[in-house]
């Protein structure tokens, strides 16, 4: 079945790139070893089928590869690279990212469960279980039916979350959604701020939006994020102005006033200091 779904992930991405909005998923292929790239994540499932990647976020450094699954938890930076990718056997993946509503709709419906992980991670790797493959293969073969898609999509995934929910890695995504968790309140500030990048920033009012001090608050959200929230919200704006720079959105100059940047020059060097080239470049480079 693995076998089946690697030749589907690929199939989806050469004929129609990454996102896949009609299933509710992305799919990632790399044919070869890749550089470190700073990437942000949105909480998502991560599943590779082949090949294995290295995923750096703050001081943890964690490899995953086929037969795993990855729970990124929450809005996060972090530096990610391939590590083992060839023309013949690609690096794979499929993505799903979290949907709340679903989820918290599901751990309603279920059993209790008597024992809670209170101290989980924002990044979590386990074995995927086998019960997750099955409807994993009919979500991407949904592809080839687009009227069913938009009807059967989001119940396949709902039994994926199902099946998540049930297996040894269902305490994550639990802590996850628990309202008075740290996880969430945490998760809470960093979609504010990447709703809210061209405002800027004031401490004391991060952390009375996560109901806690400013010491705890800046404490648990570099634990949780890797980064302390200053370079959070500047990753979240260079992270936006790439996006702009790519669709092509103004100058320059107006993007990086967009995105909060007061000074041209700094946002040049923060800029490169990223992502490895000038905003310049990639502005030329998008063009052609």
Partial sequence: MQGDIVAAIIALHDSAGIDHPELGVRVRVSRSPSDPAQVLFDPVLHLPFQGRKRLVAGSSKIEYGAGDLVILAAHMPAFVEVIKATGETPYVALEIPFDRHALSALVAEMPARTAMVSDVGPVTVGDVPETVLGPVLRLLQLQSEPAAAAVLAADVRREIYYRLLGSHLGDPIR??????????RIDEVTSWMQDHFDQSIRMEDLAARAQMSVGSFHR???????????????????????????????????????????????????????????PSHDATAFRT
């Fill in 220 to 278: 648990q959200f570099r634990q949780i994020t890797g980064s302390t929230p200053g370079a959070y919200h500047k990753a979240v704006r260079l992270h936006e102005a790439r996006r702009q720079i790519v669709e092509q959105s103004g100058t320059l100059a107006q993007i990086a006033s967009r995105v909060g940047f007061v000074s041209p020059s700094q946002f040049s060097r923060d800029y490169k200091r990223t992502f490895g080239t000038a």
């Fill in 175 to 184: 802590e996850l959604l628990r309202a008075e968790s740290t996880l969430t």
